[in-house]
T-cell receptor, first 116, second 116 residues
Framework: DVKVTQSSRYLVKRTGEKVFLECVQD?????MFWYRQDPGLGLRLIYF???????EKGDIPEGYSVSREKKERFSLILESASTNQTSMYLC???????????????FGPGTRLTVT | AQSVTQLGSHVSVSEGALVLLRCNYS??????LFWYVQYPNQGLQLLLK??????LVKGINGFEAEFKKSETSFHLTKPSAHMSDAAEYFC??????????????FGTGTRLQVTL
Protein backbone atom coordinates (compact mmCIF):
# COMPACT_ATOMS: atom_id res chain seq x y z
CA ASP A 1 0.00 0.00 0.00
CA VAL A 2 1.21 3.46 -0.93
CA LYS A 3 2.45 5.47 2.01
CA VAL A 4 3.71 8.97 2.63
CA THR A 5 4.53 9.82 6.22
CA GLN A 6 5.30 13.14 7.85
CA SER A 7 7.35 13.44 11.01
CA SER A 8 4.81 15.37 13.08
CA ARG A 9 1.05 15.93 12.96
CA TYR A 10 1.19 19.02 15.16
CA LEU A 11 4.11 21.34 15.86
CA VAL A 12 4.40 24.54 17.87
CA LYS A 13 7.49 26.71 17.41
CA ARG A 14 8.60 30.17 18.44
CA THR A 15 9.35 33.03 16.09
CA GLY A 16 12.95 32.88 14.86
CA GLU A 17 13.41 29.15 15.45
CA LYS A 18 14.74 26.89 12.72
CA VAL A 19 12.10 24.30 11.86
CA PHE A 20 12.52 20.99 10.06
CA LEU A 21 9.57 19.13 8.55
CA GLU A 22 10.36 15.63 7.35
CA CYS A 23 8.59 13.57 4.74
CA VAL A 24 9.25 9.95 3.80
CA GLN A 25 7.68 7.89 1.01
CA ASP A 26 8.00 4.16 0.50
CA UNK A 27 6.91 3.96 -3.15
CA UNK A 28 10.25 4.63 -4.87
CA UNK A 29 8.77 7.80 -6.42
CA UNK A 30 11.05 10.20 -8.23
CA UNK A 31 9.02 13.34 -7.53
CA MET A 32 8.34 14.85 -4.13
CA PHE A 33 6.49 18.05 -3.27
CA TRP A 34 5.87 20.40 -0.37
CA TYR A 35 2.67 22.44 -0.19
CA ARG A 36 1.13 24.75 2.31
CA GLN A 37 -2.62 24.80 2.75
CA ASP A 38 -4.47 27.85 4.02
CA PRO A 39 -8.23 28.43 4.24
CA GLY A 40 -9.59 29.95 1.05
CA LEU A 41 -6.27 29.64 -0.76
CA GLY A 42 -6.19 25.91 -1.47
CA LEU A 43 -2.81 24.23 -1.82
CA ARG A 44 0.17 26.27 -2.89
CA LEU A 45 3.42 24.66 -4.02
CA ILE A 46 6.49 25.65 -2.03
CA TYR A 47 9.19 23.43 -3.56
CA PHE A 48 9.43 20.21 -5.47
CA UNK A 49 12.17 17.73 -6.24
CA UNK A 50 12.40 15.41 -9.23
CA UNK A 51 15.53 13.55 -8.18
CA UNK A 52 17.98 13.24 -5.33
CA UNK A 53 19.72 16.57 -4.69
CA UNK A 54 17.55 18.22 -7.37
CA UNK A 55 15.00 20.85 -6.44
CA GLU A 56 12.97 23.61 -8.02
CA LYS A 57 11.09 26.51 -6.54
CA GLY A 58 7.35 26.41 -6.57
CA ASP A 59 4.98 29.33 -6.32
CA ILE A 60 5.82 30.50 -2.78
CA PRO A 61 9.43 29.53 -1.91
CA GLU A 62 10.28 32.65 0.09
CA GLY A 63 11.30 31.82 3.66
CA TYR A 64 11.72 28.12 2.93
CA SER A 65 14.43 25.76 1.77
CA VAL A 66 14.47 22.02 1.09
CA SER A 67 16.82 19.09 1.17
CA ARG A 68 16.69 15.76 -0.60
CA GLU A 69 19.71 13.61 0.19
CA LYS A 70 17.92 10.28 -0.32
CA LYS A 71 15.24 9.34 -2.80
CA GLU A 72 12.66 8.50 -0.14
CA ARG A 73 13.12 11.58 2.05
CA PHE A 74 12.30 15.24 1.40
CA SER A 75 12.77 17.84 4.11
CA LEU A 76 11.29 21.32 4.33
CA ILE A 77 13.26 23.86 6.34
CA LEU A 78 12.05 27.13 7.77
CA GLU A 79 15.30 28.96 8.42
CA SER A 80 13.73 31.49 10.80
CA ALA A 81 10.10 30.78 11.51
CA SER A 82 7.65 33.66 11.41
CA THR A 83 4.02 33.89 12.45
CA ASN A 84 2.89 34.14 8.82
CA GLN A 85 4.23 30.64 8.29
CA THR A 86 1.58 29.22 10.60
CA SER A 87 -0.20 26.79 8.30
CA MET A 88 -0.90 23.19 7.34
CA TYR A 89 2.03 21.67 5.44
CA LEU A 90 1.42 18.76 3.11
CA CYS A 91 3.99 16.53 1.49
CA UNK A 92 3.28 14.51 -1.65
CA UNK A 93 5.08 12.19 -4.02
CA UNK A 94 4.52 10.87 -7.53
CA UNK A 95 6.12 8.93 -10.33
CA UNK A 96 7.66 10.80 -13.23
CA UNK A 97 5.12 11.63 -15.92
CA UNK A 98 5.50 8.86 -18.46
CA UNK A 99 4.13 7.91 -21.81
CA UNK A 100 0.87 6.91 -20.16
CA UNK A 101 0.39 10.40 -18.81
CA UNK A 102 0.82 12.31 -15.64
CA UNK A 103 0.72 10.27 -12.49
CA UNK A 104 -1.29 11.34 -9.52
CA UNK A 105 0.29 12.62 -6.36
CA UNK A 106 0.04 10.75 -3.07
CA PHE A 107 -0.22 12.85 0.04
CA GLY A 108 0.91 12.52 3.61
CA PRO A 109 -1.42 13.36 6.53
CA GLY A 110 -0.06 16.87 6.95
CA THR A 111 1.73 18.81 9.69
CA ARG A 112 -0.15 21.63 11.34
CA LEU A 113 2.52 24.15 12.30
CA THR A 114 1.84 27.01 14.69
CA VAL A 115 4.46 29.74 15.09
CA THR A 116 3.99 31.93 18.16
CA ALA B 1 0.26 29.14 -16.38
CA GLN B 2 -2.51 26.76 -15.55
CA SER B 3 -5.36 27.81 -13.29
CA VAL B 4 -8.36 26.13 -11.74
CA THR B 5 -11.58 27.76 -10.55
CA GLN B 6 -13.91 26.02 -8.15
CA LEU B 7 -17.25 27.80 -7.94
CA GLY B 8 -18.64 27.84 -4.44
CA SER B 9 -16.38 27.52 -1.42
CA HIS B 10 -19.23 25.88 0.52
CA VAL B 11 -21.95 23.59 -0.80
CA SER B 12 -24.70 22.12 1.34
CA VAL B 13 -26.94 19.24 0.25
CA SER B 14 -29.41 16.98 1.95
CA GLU B 15 -28.62 13.32 2.43
CA GLY B 16 -29.80 11.46 -0.67
CA ALA B 17 -29.66 14.54 -2.91
CA LEU B 18 -27.48 15.07 -5.96
CA VAL B 19 -23.98 16.38 -5.33
CA LEU B 20 -22.53 18.76 -7.94
CA LEU B 21 -19.17 20.41 -7.38
CA ARG B 22 -17.95 22.68 -10.13
CA CYS B 23 -14.48 22.98 -11.58
CA ASN B 24 -13.29 25.01 -14.55
CA TYR B 25 -9.73 25.08 -15.81
CA SER B 26 -7.70 27.20 -18.13
CA UNK B 27 -5.35 25.43 -20.47
CA UNK B 28 -4.21 25.87 -24.02
CA UNK B 29 -4.00 22.11 -24.49
CA UNK B 30 -6.15 19.32 -23.03
CA UNK B 31 -4.76 18.80 -19.55
CA UNK B 32 -4.84 15.99 -17.07
CA LEU B 33 -7.41 16.66 -14.37
CA PHE B 34 -7.89 15.32 -10.88
CA TRP B 35 -10.35 15.47 -8.03
CA TYR B 36 -9.08 14.95 -4.50
CA VAL B 37 -10.99 14.69 -1.22
CA GLN B 38 -9.73 15.76 2.19
CA TYR B 39 -11.43 14.54 5.35
CA PRO B 40 -10.85 16.50 8.57
CA ASN B 41 -7.27 16.35 9.84
CA GLN B 42 -6.13 14.17 6.97
CA GLY B 43 -4.14 14.52 3.78
CA LEU B 44 -5.63 14.50 0.31
CA GLN B 45 -6.92 11.29 -1.25
CA LEU B 46 -7.41 10.81 -4.98
CA LEU B 47 -11.08 10.47 -6.00
CA LEU B 48 -10.63 10.21 -9.76
CA LYS B 49 -8.53 11.40 -12.67
CA UNK B 50 -8.95 12.28 -16.34
CA UNK B 51 -6.03 11.44 -18.60
CA UNK B 52 -7.53 11.87 -22.09
CA UNK B 53 -9.19 8.47 -22.30
CA UNK B 54 -12.96 8.38 -21.65
CA UNK B 55 -14.53 11.78 -20.98
CA LEU B 56 -16.75 10.36 -18.24
CA VAL B 57 -14.57 9.21 -15.39
CA LYS B 58 -15.73 7.06 -12.51
CA GLY B 59 -14.02 7.26 -9.17
CA ILE B 60 -14.25 5.90 -5.69
CA ASN B 61 -17.24 6.21 -3.33
CA GLY B 62 -19.73 6.58 -6.21
CA PHE B 63 -18.31 9.85 -7.56
CA GLU B 64 -17.84 10.61 -11.24
CA ALA B 65 -16.77 13.56 -13.34
CA GLU B 66 -17.21 14.54 -16.96
CA PHE B 67 -14.54 16.29 -18.99
CA LYS B 68 -16.08 18.87 -21.34
CA LYS B 69 -13.45 20.50 -23.52
CA SER B 70 -15.86 23.02 -25.04
CA GLU B 71 -16.76 24.30 -21.59
CA THR B 72 -13.28 23.77 -20.06
CA SER B 73 -15.04 22.06 -17.18
CA PHE B 74 -14.56 18.96 -15.07
CA HIS B 75 -17.49 18.95 -12.64
CA LEU B 76 -17.77 16.30 -9.94
CA THR B 77 -21.09 14.59 -9.30
CA LYS B 78 -22.61 11.92 -7.12
CA PRO B 79 -26.28 10.88 -7.55
CA SER B 80 -27.04 10.47 -3.86
CA ALA B 81 -25.13 12.17 -1.05
CA HIS B 82 -24.22 10.32 2.11
CA MET B 83 -23.26 11.81 5.45
CA SER B 84 -19.80 10.34 5.05
CA ASP B 85 -19.25 12.51 1.94
CA ALA B 86 -18.87 15.60 4.11
CA ALA B 87 -15.33 16.79 3.39
CA GLU B 88 -13.36 19.31 1.37
CA TYR B 89 -12.92 18.63 -2.33
CA PHE B 90 -10.13 19.92 -4.51
CA CYS B 91 -9.91 20.03 -8.28
CA UNK B 92 -6.41 20.02 -9.77
CA UNK B 93 -4.91 20.36 -13.23
CA UNK B 94 -1.59 19.12 -14.50
CA UNK B 95 0.44 20.82 -17.16
CA UNK B 96 1.66 18.12 -19.52
CA UNK B 97 4.58 20.32 -20.53
CA UNK B 98 6.35 20.39 -17.19
CA UNK B 99 9.23 18.15 -18.09
CA UNK B 100 10.00 15.51 -15.56
CA UNK B 101 7.92 16.92 -12.74
CA UNK B 102 4.18 16.29 -12.59
CA UNK B 103 3.24 19.56 -11.01
CA UNK B 104 -0.41 20.14 -10.15
CA UNK B 105 -2.24 23.42 -9.77
CA PHE B 106 -5.05 23.16 -7.23
CA GLY B 107 -8.31 25.03 -6.91
CA THR B 108 -9.19 26.73 -3.65
CA GLY B 109 -11.45 23.88 -2.59
CA THR B 110 -15.16 23.32 -1.94
CA ARG B 111 -16.37 22.25 1.46
CA LEU B 112 -19.32 19.88 1.15
CA GLN B 113 -21.81 19.75 3.99
CA VAL B 114 -24.42 16.96 4.07
CA THR B 115 -27.51 17.50 6.20
CA LEU B 116 -30.22 15.10 7.35
Amino acid sequence: DVKVTQSSRYLVKRTGEKVFLECVQDMDHENMFWYRQDPGLGLRLIYFSYDVKMKEKGDIPEGYSVSREKKERFSLILESASTNQTSMYLCASSLVAGVAGTYEQYFGPGTRLTVT
Amino acid sequence: AQSVTQLGSHVSVSEGALVLLRCNYSSSVPPYLFWYVQYPNQGLQLLLKYTSAATLVKGINGFEAEFKKSETSFHLTKPSAHMSDAAEYFCAVSDINTGTASKLTFGTGTRLQVTL
